[in-house]
């Protein structure tokens, strides 16, 4: 009877690590990793036998807890252990860190966090047992743990090494909330929604916000790209082409977000989410009039608006909450802890930042009329697509404070924006008029005056370090700078519109005889097919 009890308290202990976080106790100087090599069903008893443990001795008791940690987003299994939020190492490689084991010095290693590596969180289940109750015990050993060099608190259960959770700090900003019970990281990086490649999740983003402003019609996960089509609604497809298949065989607006095992939508005036493998479709309730233009996930959070006001909600319908009134509104997005947005569109538009928690609203020192705004590695880019109040469209990029840092692509006179030379002359500050001086456009073979693409610029999208844009009949790219203005391709579409990047590849709208096909084409320039 004793074994079989001690049996079923490992096998507790193994399977459902508590989720947990309180401020830092413990051991004034960092431990080596201490291994549970058995669990006991009764409360700890102190290590005998002097003040240096040996291995195998019991140092403390692992607690049921109703906490939940959270990595950019995702939440992670945890423990409570001495009142602290543990997580495994191992665990953590699959919220995009890296991580060794040193077999020579007996040590596990966090040695840094991308968001180019795998993001693919673990299931987490929901604790069933009562918080604070005994779970296990923890025992001694000789293995060390590093974060970034530096040695740390660790345990081992069930042969995975379980460091504090406070120790990530080293990769992002980690705050509680005492309120939902939550721990959190987002690590730095993590929370730019436009990252290598536009894949997505790495920040716990359902998207990119290029790729939303864009409508949404795709969105990367792994190795999975998920996009919307006018003739069979929400598709899934392999980024090496392969697996298509169709998940919901109806039309959807899209705004897609794709967050762990969930795709999130809109249409019909609502918020929708469906699995990843399309089963279990629901509408998320309290979401009745949110506008099908703009929709953002970010963790467990969905950013949306009615155009009345700006409004996060949880993803399962509650915790509603009004972030700030708005005001004839366009050009709303939100990126990390920052909501940004333009109002009055026909007077004088006035450009804004505000916190997620509805606090900091700060008017932005931007004048002009745009009509897109994307947020990319801590800079505003917004579409400027008139002339009267400026010297000629163009993107306009600001850093977060909203001071003039270039325009894109470099128009002035004198500038050399040439495909086949793949060179710009001119890469800074473009806020001077040329006096009208007409010079010939060496990408449309005619004339025009002040700034190349006049009144021709339609979408565009940030991703990384480039800059995709479509100028007439053709798909552009440029790099950030201003340099290696590139054509990726040029048809004889009679529209081509709402260009998202998914990994490698361009997904973008053909309207031509008012098909509105989808189509996509790699970022090289290559690969370009039909993706209905």
């Known amino acids: 009877m004793r074994k079989s009890k001690k049996l079923f308290a490992m096998l507790l202990c193994l399977t459902l690590l508590a989720l947990t976080i309180i401020p830092a106790a413990g051991f004034d100087e960092p431990k080596p990793v201490v291994a549970i090599d058995e669990v006991a069903d009764e409360p700890y008893e102190p290590a005998s036998g002097g003040n240096t443990p040996k291995v195998g001795d019991i140092l403390g008791e692992v607690k049921y807890t109703d906490i939940v940690a959270y990595i950019n987003g995702a939440a992670i299994p945890a423990a409570n252990i001495n009142g602290d939020t543990y997580v495994a190492v191992e665990d953590l490689g699959f919220y995009g860190f ?20 795998k993001f693919e969180p673990k299931p987490v289940p929901k604790e069933t047992a009562k918080t604070g109750d005994f779970k296990c015990n923890y025992l001694y050993t000789n293995i060390k743990a590093y974060v970034n060099d530096k040695l740390v608190d660790g345990y081992n259960i069930g042969g995975e090494t379980l460091i504090n959770f406070n120790e990530l700090s080293a990769y992002g900003k980690i705050t509680w909330d005492g309120k939902a019970r939550e721990i959190r990281l987002v690590t730095d990086g993590g929370n730019i929604t436009s990252g290598s490649g536009g894949v997505t999740n790495s920040g716990g983003n359902g998207t990119t916000v290029g790729n939303l402003v864009n409508r949404g019609i795709s969105a990367i996960s792994g190795d999975w790209i998920y996009y919307r089509t006018y003739s069979n609604g929400l598709n899934k497809i392999k980024t090496d082409g392969t697996g298509k298949t169709v998940l919901l065989d109806r039309y959807i607006r899209g705004n897609i977000n794709v967050i762990g095992d969930w795709i999130y939508y ?3 005036r609502d918020i929708y989410k469906i699995k990843i493998d399309g089963t279990g479709n629901i509408k998320i309730p309290n979401t009745a009039g949110a506008t099908e233009n703009w929709m953002s996930v970010a963790g467990d959070w ?12 949880r993803t399962d319908g509650k915790d509603k909450q009004t972030i700030t009134e708005l005001d004839n509104a366009h050009n709303i997005v939100v990126d990390g802890d920052w909501a940004y947005y333009s109002e009055d569109w026909v007077n004088d538009m006035k450009h804004y930042k505000v916190k997620t928690d509805g606090t900091g609203k700060t008017q932005l020192p931007i004048k002009g009329t745009f009509t897109y705004l994307i947020v990319e590695n801590g800079r505003l880019y917004y579409l400027h697509t008139y002339t009267h109040d400026m010297q000629g469209t163009g993107i306009y990029v600001y850093d977060a404070n909203g001071k003039e840092i270039i325009v894109l692509p470099d128009m002035r006179i004198g500038g050399n924006p040439d495909p086949k030379t793949n060179t710009n002359a001119n890469t800074g500050n473009s806020n001077s008029n040329s006096g009208g001086v007409e010079s010939e456009n060496p990408m449309t073979g005619g004339f025009e005056s002040d700034r190349w693409f006049d009144r021709s610029i339609g979408d565009f999208n940030v991703s990384g370090d480039w800059v995709y844009f479509v100028a007439g009949e053709t798909i552009y790219k440029t790099r950030t700078d201003g340099t290696e203005l590139t054509e990726i391709v040029k048809r004889n579409y009679s529209g081509l519109g709402f260009l998202t990047i998914s990994g490698d590849w ?16 790699k970022t090289d320039g290559t690969g370009k ?3 209905e």
């Open 529 to 531: 097919e039909i993706a």
């Open 266 to 268: 809109t249409g019909d």
């Open 302 to 313: 969905i950013y949306y608006t009615d155009f009345n006001n700006l409004y996060k909600i």
């Open 98 to 117: 890296d991580w060794v084991w040193d077999g020579t010095n007996k040590a596990v290693k966090v040695t840094g966090w991308s968001k180019d590596n």
């Open 506 to 521: 361009i997904y973008f709208i053909d309207v031509a005889d008012n098909k509105f096909l989808m189509h996509r084409i």
